[in-house]
């Protein structure tokens, strides 16, 4: 049962670790039974299914876009989401600015960090995390929260250990810089397999799908 498993979850997570359910592919009713068993974000990867699901489900959750947002998507995300994870260019944090601006509304955003390094993949490559969030930081209709890594393994959770040490590093990093407008506050990292060592490695939101609402068909 979905709610079994979300109220066991979350009594083992410490303290100050935030779960975001990650819903891709599961019908509202699946996310209705998470939330009533005491789930309080959920994480969405394409902003058409999250638009649905919010239309059914509204405020009572907040809403995480964890997917790679297109920028002509910005303007519905920022209708439905209350944070977006996935921030890895200027170019999108400008047009999130933008859209968010003429709403008269403010979004938290984390940087994805390509702690991979592969070429293929989104989000910003570690050497260049500081600069992009030094670019976008004046920014006055995005707010920059934190980070956000997925990685690149889906095996041996060890395999993981290394990317979330790397962008734990980075995150230090930046916090002790102490940037004007820019707070360190989210680390998000760690799928059903590895979150327990994304734990280890110090992150405080963790992105749960499969373990929470079973395998994905
Ligand atoms: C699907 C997904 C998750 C959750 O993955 P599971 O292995 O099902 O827990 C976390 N983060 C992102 C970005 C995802 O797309």
Same mark, same amino acid.
């Given at each position: 049962?979905?709610?079994?498993?979300?109220?066991?979850?979350?009594?083992?997570?410490?303290?100050?670790?935030?779960?975001?359910?990650?819903?891709?592919?599961?019908?509202?009713?699946?996310? $209705?039974?998470?939330?009533?068993?005491?789930?309080?974000?959920?994480?969405?990867?394409?902003?058409? /299914?999250?638009?649905?699901?919010?239309?059914?489900?509204?405020?009572?959750?907040?809403?995480?876009? !964890?997917?790679?947002?297109?920028?002509?998507?910005?303007?519905?995300?920022?209708?439905? $989401?209350?944070?977006?994870?996935?921030?890895?260019?200027?170019?999108?944090?400008? /047009?999130?600015?933008?859209?968010?601006?003429?709403? #008269?509304?403010?979004?938290?955003?984390?940087?994805?960090?390509?702690?991979?390094?592969?070429?293929?993949?989104?989000?910003?490559?570690?050497?260049?995390?500081?600069?992009?969030?030094?670019?976008?930081?004046?920014?006055?209709?995005?707010?920059?929260?934190?980070?956000?890594?997925?990685?690149?393994?889906?095996?041996?959770?060890?395999?993981?250990?290394?990317?979330?040490?790397?962008?734990?590093? !980075? $995150?230090?990093?930046? #916090?002790?810089?102490?940037?004007?407008?820019?707070?360190?506050?989210?680390?998000?990292?760690?799928?059903?397999?590895?979150?327990?060592?994304?734990?280890? /490695?110090?992150?405080?939101?963790?992105?749960?799908?499969? #373990?929470? $609402?079973?395998?994905?068909?």
């Amino acid at each position: 049962m979905i709610r079994d498993r979300v109220r066991e979850l979350l009594s083992e997570l410490p303290p100050g670790v935030t779960l975001v359910g990650a819903a891709k592919t599961r019908t509202p009713e699946e996310i $209705f039974e998470a939330i009533d068993a005491g789930l309080e974000i959920v994480g969405e990867n394409y902003v058409q /299914e999250a638009e649905r699901a919010y239309h059914l489900i509204g405020n009572r959750v907040r809403w995480h876009m !964890i997917g790679h947002l297109q920028t002509n998507k910005t303007k519905k995300a920022a209708m439905v $989401f209350d944070m977006v994870e996935t921030v890895g260019s200027v170019k999108l944090a400008l /047009e999130l600015d933008k859209v968010c601006g003429n709403m #008269k509304k403010i979004m938290p955003i984390l940087i994805e960090i390509n702690s991979g390094e592969e070429e293929q993949k989104s989000g910003v490559m570690p050497e260049n995390a500081t600069f992009l969030i030094d670019q976008i930081r004046h920014l006055r209709h995005i707010r920059v929260m934190g980070l956000m890594t997925m990685g690149p393994f889906e095996g041996n959770p060890e395999d993981s250990r290394r990317y979330f040490k790397k962008t734990r590093e !980075i $995150f230090d990093g930046i #916090k002790a810089m102490d940037l004007p407008d820019v707070e360190m506050r989210y680390l998000s990292m760690g799928m059903s397999n590895s979150y327990k060592v994304a734990l280890e /490695e110090g992150a405080n939101l963790i992105r749960i799908g499969t #373990k929470l $609402f079973g395998e994905r068909t």
